[in-house]
């Protein structure tokens, strides 16, 4: 169990179900006030500078600025990414998905703060301002493509409902234009490349193990729980009980349980006496 498992213990509860639809419905009232009020644009973006001055609304507002302002494109992009989002969020689990979308979010926002601070320092006020541009949840987004294809790297989807195409050639495919981006953008766009995908890297680096969400092993563990569910019915709701001790997950949630492979029957252990206890036999 590594720390999202266990920071899922802990506050879990307050994870957001079906985030993906909030985060494509800010991109539809941002669609909107592009086209109905355009003035309201300027009240919406990533302003470090005005943050501080107390336009605090400003550090979520930003979010709701769509990643294109082209009807057509921005209908193909609440379609895929619904399904995509949708699909990761059963996957790993509400909790899971949540940090990887707040992590792109809060990594952005801290980002463009320190280049805000960074240009204040070299050029002032006033040259610092003509280096900042609108920021986007475009690679956020892209992240949420990049993980899903790290995933179903051989799932098919059909682009633009004509051509079918395997994700990681379309991953491959986002990530030479995320790298172009980066090469020929400004130092805003370079910013936001950087920031928004270093939660697909910190994310995948601190699971270590895509394994375990891949389908096969998702329908291995689903297997498994329905053969265990008869024998894991203790007391006052309790799920996992350990053979040694008898303490369950009731008396402590950091607790952690494994079944031993070597036991004869279902016998299940504490992460204390996994290890150190005598086998059944």
Sequence with gaps: MNWLDKLERKIGRFAIPNLTVYLLAGYVIGFAVVYLMPDLLSWLTLEPALIVRGQVWRLISWVLIPPTTQPISLLFLVLLYYSLGTALERTWGTFKYNVYIFSGIIFTVLAVFILYGVLYFMYGTEMMLSFVGLVSTNYVTMSIFLAFAAIYPDMEVYLYFILPIKMKWMALVYAAMALYYFIT?????????????????????????????????????????????????????????????????????????????????????????????????
């Design 185 to 281: 953008g400004g130092i805003v766009t370079r910013v936001a490349i950087g920031a928004s995908l270093l939660n697909f890297v910190i994310f995948f680096l601190s699971t270590r193990n895509l394994r375990r969400y891949s389908p096969k092993e998702r329908a291995r563990r689903e297997r498994f729980k329905r053969q265990s569910a008869p024998h894991m019915h203790y007391s006052n709701g309790a799920k996992h009980r350990c053979a040694v001790c008898g303490r369950t997950e009731l008396d402590d949630p950091c607790l952690e349980f494994r079944f031993c492979s070597k036991c004869n029957g279902n016998y299940e252990y504490c992460q204390d006496h996994l290890f150190t206890h005598e086998h059944v036999k």
